[in-house]
Protein backbone atom coordinates (compact mmCIF):
# COMPACT_ATOMS: atom_id res chain seq x y z
CA UNK A 1 0.00 0.00 0.00
CA UNK A 2 0.82 3.63 -0.39
CA UNK A 3 -0.04 6.20 1.44
CA UNK A 4 0.30 10.09 0.43
CA UNK A 5 -0.96 13.22 1.71
CA UNK A 6 0.15 16.47 -0.40
CA UNK A 7 -1.05 19.00 -2.44
CA UNK A 8 -3.34 16.50 -4.15
CA UNK A 9 -4.47 15.25 -1.09
CA UNK A 10 -4.83 11.28 0.52
CA UNK A 11 -3.93 8.83 -1.96
CA UNK A 12 -3.67 4.80 -1.44
CA UNK A 13 -3.23 2.10 -3.63
CA UNK A 14 -3.84 -1.64 -3.68
CA UNK A 15 -2.45 -4.17 -5.69
CA UNK A 16 -1.84 -6.95 -3.88
CA UNK A 17 -4.89 -9.25 -5.53
CA UNK A 18 -5.34 -9.90 -8.85
CA UNK A 19 -9.31 -9.48 -8.50
CA UNK A 20 -9.99 -5.57 -9.28
CA UNK A 21 -12.66 -6.00 -6.69
CA UNK A 22 -10.54 -7.24 -4.03
CA UNK A 23 -8.20 -3.96 -4.57
CA UNK A 24 -10.85 -1.57 -5.00
CA UNK A 25 -12.24 -3.15 -1.22
CA UNK A 26 -8.66 -3.07 0.05
CA UNK A 27 -8.20 0.57 -0.95
CA UNK A 28 -11.20 1.87 0.13
CA UNK A 29 -10.63 0.45 3.99
CA UNK A 30 -7.20 2.21 3.37
CA UNK A 31 -8.68 5.09 2.75
CA UNK A 32 -11.18 5.54 5.43
CA UNK A 33 -8.01 4.40 7.46
CA UNK A 34 -6.11 7.09 6.33
CA UNK A 35 -9.05 9.96 6.90
CA UNK A 36 -9.52 9.18 10.31
CA UNK A 37 -5.21 9.41 10.59
CA UNK A 38 -4.64 12.74 8.66
CA UNK A 39 -7.74 14.93 8.64
CA UNK A 40 -7.92 16.99 11.93
CA UNK A 41 -11.51 18.37 12.80
CA UNK A 42 -10.82 21.77 14.57
CA UNK A 43 -12.71 21.58 17.83
CA UNK A 44 -12.91 24.53 20.10
CA UNK A 45 -10.92 24.00 23.17
CA UNK A 46 -13.35 26.12 25.01
CA UNK A 47 -16.31 24.39 23.72
CA UNK A 48 -15.23 20.63 24.94
CA UNK A 49 -15.97 19.17 28.06
CA UNK A 50 -16.06 15.87 29.18
CA UNK A 51 -20.00 15.27 28.92
CA UNK A 52 -19.75 16.70 25.00
CA UNK A 53 -16.75 14.37 24.33
CA UNK A 54 -18.40 10.95 25.66
CA UNK A 55 -21.40 11.99 23.75
CA UNK A 56 -19.77 11.78 20.48
CA UNK A 57 -21.34 9.05 18.01
CA UNK A 58 -17.91 8.23 16.68
CA UNK A 59 -16.88 7.75 20.81
CA UNK A 60 -19.56 7.31 22.71
CA UNK A 61 -19.65 3.32 21.66
CA UNK A 62 -16.14 2.96 21.73
CA UNK A 63 -15.96 2.61 25.70
CA UNK A 64 -16.23 0.03 27.37
CA UNK A 65 -18.89 -0.37 30.31
CA UNK A 66 -15.99 1.27 32.83
CA UNK A 67 -15.18 3.75 30.12
CA UNK A 68 -12.41 2.70 29.22
CA UNK A 69 -10.94 2.64 25.27
CA UNK A 70 -10.60 -1.31 24.48
CA UNK A 71 -10.59 -1.85 20.57
CA UNK A 72 -8.46 -3.86 18.55
CA UNK A 73 -7.98 -2.65 14.98
CA UNK A 74 -10.36 -4.83 13.04
CA UNK A 75 -13.53 -3.35 15.52
CA UNK A 76 -15.39 -1.47 13.35
CA UNK A 77 -15.67 1.33 15.96
CA UNK A 78 -12.09 1.66 16.09
CA UNK A 79 -11.27 3.88 13.26
CA UNK A 80 -13.92 6.67 14.15
CA UNK A 81 -12.78 6.36 18.17
CA UNK A 82 -9.00 7.39 16.79
CA UNK A 83 -10.40 9.92 14.64
CA UNK A 84 -11.54 11.47 17.59
CA UNK A 85 -8.77 10.64 20.15
CA UNK A 86 -6.52 12.55 17.66
CA UNK A 87 -8.60 15.59 17.12
CA UNK A 88 -8.91 15.82 21.39
CA UNK A 89 -5.12 15.40 21.03
CA UNK A 90 -4.51 18.07 18.47
CA UNK A 91 -7.24 20.05 20.40
CA UNK A 92 -4.89 19.83 23.44
CA UNK A 93 -1.42 20.54 21.67
CA UNK A 94 -0.92 17.15 21.68
CA UNK A 95 -0.39 17.07 25.80
CA UNK A 96 -1.28 13.65 26.12
CA UNK A 97 -2.83 14.16 30.56
CA UNK A 98 -4.93 16.51 29.04
CA UNK A 99 -6.34 14.55 26.30
CA UNK A 100 -6.96 12.07 28.75
CA UNK A 101 -8.88 13.99 31.18
CA UNK A 102 -11.39 15.66 27.97
CA UNK A 103 -11.85 11.78 27.02
CA UNK A 104 -12.40 10.75 30.47
CA UNK A 105 -9.92 8.18 30.15
CA UNK A 106 -7.22 7.60 32.28
CA UNK A 107 -3.44 8.82 30.73
CA UNK A 108 -2.34 5.23 30.76
CA UNK A 109 -5.76 3.80 28.73
CA UNK A 110 -4.81 6.77 26.29
CA UNK A 111 -1.50 5.51 25.44
CA UNK A 112 -2.33 1.81 25.75
CA UNK A 113 -5.49 2.81 22.58
CA UNK A 114 -2.71 5.27 20.75
CA UNK A 115 -0.05 1.70 20.61
CA UNK A 116 -2.73 -0.21 19.24
CA UNK A 117 -2.16 0.40 15.88
CA UNK A 118 1.51 1.54 14.47
CA UNK A 119 -0.11 4.02 12.17
CA UNK A 120 -2.01 5.67 15.30
CA UNK A 121 1.17 5.67 17.20
CA UNK A 122 2.93 7.52 14.73
CA UNK A 123 0.37 10.18 14.04
CA UNK A 124 0.09 10.79 17.75
CA UNK A 125 4.24 11.10 17.86
CA UNK A 126 3.63 13.66 14.41
CA UNK A 127 1.14 15.82 16.35
CA UNK A 128 3.33 16.04 19.36
CA UNK A 129 6.72 17.28 17.21
CA UNK A 130 4.13 19.68 15.94
CA UNK A 131 3.11 21.43 18.79
CA UNK A 132 7.39 20.58 20.62
CA UNK A 133 6.49 17.52 22.99
CA UNK A 134 8.68 14.78 23.46
CA UNK A 135 8.07 11.46 21.44
CA UNK A 136 5.96 8.89 23.26
CA UNK A 137 8.20 5.90 24.17
CA UNK A 138 7.31 2.49 22.35
CA UNK A 139 8.55 0.96 25.45
Not at 9 to 31: D, F, T, W
Not at 91 to 99: F, S
Request: charged residues 30%.
Amino acid sequence: MRLRHGPSGLIVIAEESRSQYENKAKALRRLRQALYLKLREEMLTAALSVEKIAALPAYAPARTGDGRLHLGRKDPRFWPAVGVVLDVLFAKEARVGEAAELLGISTGNLIDFLRTDDKVWQEANILRTRYGQKLLRSE
